[in-house]
C-alpha cells in the first residue's frame, strides 16, 4: 500500500506447489521446531469499518502539513480465513482514494505479504512481508520514491480491538530511522456486508466499455478443467479436474477476485486470481496465487478484443524463459471457456496445456461459499 502515490504466471506452474506443500507438510524435517501458525492474525479485522486518516502528502521533504481524510471499507475473508480482501474509500482535503489490499499467508514461511492497489492505477505495489509478534505486526518492502529507493514498514497494533491502529513509515537511511507518514484509525461498525456473488448486470454493447470487461464472469460457477501433465515435452498426458469458481466484483467491476475450488487425480487445487484495470494503459492486470504458496505470481497483462482476452507474461519453466498466453472469453451467457498456453518461441508457436469448462450455477442448485 503506497498510499503516498498513487493470466499471468501460469496456473500449471503454481500447481505443483499445492501437492508439495502437502508432501511438506505430512512429512516435517526430523528435528524441526514448530512454528506459531499465524494464519488468523488478521481475522480481528474482519466486518465492516469507518475510517479517520491522517496523510503527510510531501515524506521525507520536511514539509510538515498534514492532511485528513474519513471513509468507510469492509474486510472479507477468502479461503476460510486464510486470505483477506480489505476496501476502503476516503475523501478530503481535495483528495479521494479507493483501494484494495489482498492479504496472502505463507505457511511455509508463517509470514503474511501484504498487496496493495489503487482504483486510479490498477497496478499492484511490491509486496510488504512480515508477521506478528505478541500482537505486534511489523512488514516491510522496498520501493522508489521520487526516484530515490526506501525501505517501507507497516505497523499493526490493537488489532484485537474495535478500534485497530494503522502505520506507514518511511526510511531512507537503511532503517536506521523512520518518519510516519500515514496513520489509519478505525472504528467497527458491523459484519462485513454480503459480498453477493450473483452477476450484474450486462453493459450494453452500443456501449462497450473496457472497466467492465470481466462482467460477463461473475457470480458462482462450475469449472472442469483439462490439464497437460508434461507441457513442452512432445508428451500428450492429460489429466483433469472439477470443482466450482466464484467471481466477485471490487470498485463496481472495476477490479475482481475469482477463486476455483477443484479436485482430481492429481489432489486438491485452490487457485485465486486478482484482476486490475489500469485506466491509463487502458488494460488488465491477472495475479494468480495458491493457498499453499501465498505468493502472487507476476501479473499476465492485455486486454479484450472482439470479446476474447488475451493477457501476456514472461517467466521460467524448467529453467527456461518462455511466454505464458493466458485467455478467456464468454461462449453463452451461462458458459465461458479460458486456456493457458506456452511458447518457447518468442510467440512463434503456442502449446495448449490448460482448458477450462466454465458453466453458470443455476438458481437452487449448492454453491460455492468462498
Not at 450486462?202 to 467492465?212: C, I, N, V, Y
Amino acid at each position: 500500500m503506497r498510499l503516498v502515490r498513487r493470466i499471468g504466471a501460469s496456473l500449471l506452474l503454481l500447481a505443483p506447489l499445492i501437492l508439495a506443500a502437502h508432501a511438506r507438510a505430512q512429512n516435517p524435517p526430523a528435528g524441526a521446531q514448530t512454528q506459531r501458525d499465524g494464519g488468523h492474525d488478521f481475522d480481528p479485522l474482519l466486518g465492516s469499518w469507518k475510517y479517520h486518516l491522517r496523510r503527510l502528502p510531501h515524506p521525507l521533504t520536511g514539509a510538515p502539513a498534514w492532511a485528513d481524510l474519513e471513509g468507510t471499507g469492509a474486510c472479507y475473508e477468502v479461503w476460510d480465513r486464510r486470505a483477506q480482501l480489505d476496501t476502503i474509500e476516503v475523501d478530503g482535503a481535495g483528495t479521494h482514494i479507493e483501494g484494495l489490499t489482498l492479504r496472502l499467508y505463507n505457511p511455509d514461511s508463517h509470514q503474511w505479504r501484504l498487496y496493495w492497489a489503487n482504483s486510479q492505477s490498477g497496478v499492484l505495489d511490491p509486496p510488504q512481508v512480515g508477521e506478528f509478534r505478541n500482537g505486534h505486526g511489523d512488514f516491510y518492502t522496498q520501493d522508489t520514491i521520487s526516484g530515490r529507493t526506501i525501505l517501507i514498514r507497516f505497523d499493526w497494533t490493537r488489532l484485537t480491538s474495535n478500534a485497530p491502529h494503522f502505520e506507514q513509515s518511511f526510511s531512507d537511511d537503511g532503517g536506521t530511522t523512520w518518519t510516519v507518514n500515514w496513520i489509519t484509525d478505525q472504528t467497527r461498525t458491523g459484519d462485513a456486508p454480503a459480498w453477493n456473488p450473483q452477476p450484474s448486470a450486462a453493459t450494453p454493447a452500443s456501449a462497450p466499455d473496457p472497466r467492465h470487461d470481466f462482467d460477463f464472469d461473475e457470480g458462482a460457477w462450475k469449472i472442469h478443467i483439462r490439464r497437460l501433465l508434461h507441457p513442452l515435452s512432445g508428451s500428450t498426458e492429460w489429466t483433469e479436474m472439477d470443482g466450482t469458481t466464484v467471481t466477485r466484483p471490487i470498485w463496481d467491476g472495476r477490479a475482481n477476485l475469482s477463486t476455483v475450488d477443484a479436485d482430481g487425480p492429481t489432489g486438491h487445487l485452490e487457485l485465486l486470481a486478482l484482476r486490475l484495470y489500469n485506466p491509463d494503459a487502458h488494460q488488465w492486470r491477472i495475479y494468480f496465487t495458491t493457498s499453499d504458496s501465498g505468493i502472487l505470481s507476476v501479473p499476465a497483462i492485455g486486454e479484450f478484443h472482439g470479446g476474447r482476452g488475451d493477457f501476456y507474461d514472461q517467466e521460467s519453466f524448467h529453467g527456461r524463459s518462455i511466454l505464458v498466453r493466458f485467455s478467456i472469453w464468454p461462449t453463452s451467457p451461462d458458459t465461458i471457456s479460458a486456456e493457458q498456453a506456452f511458447s518457447p518461441d518468442g510467440g512463434k508457436t503456442w502449446e495448449t496445456n490448460w482448458i477450462n469448462t466454465i458453466t453458470r450455477i443455476k438458481s437452487g442448485e449448492p454453491r460455492p461459499s468462498s
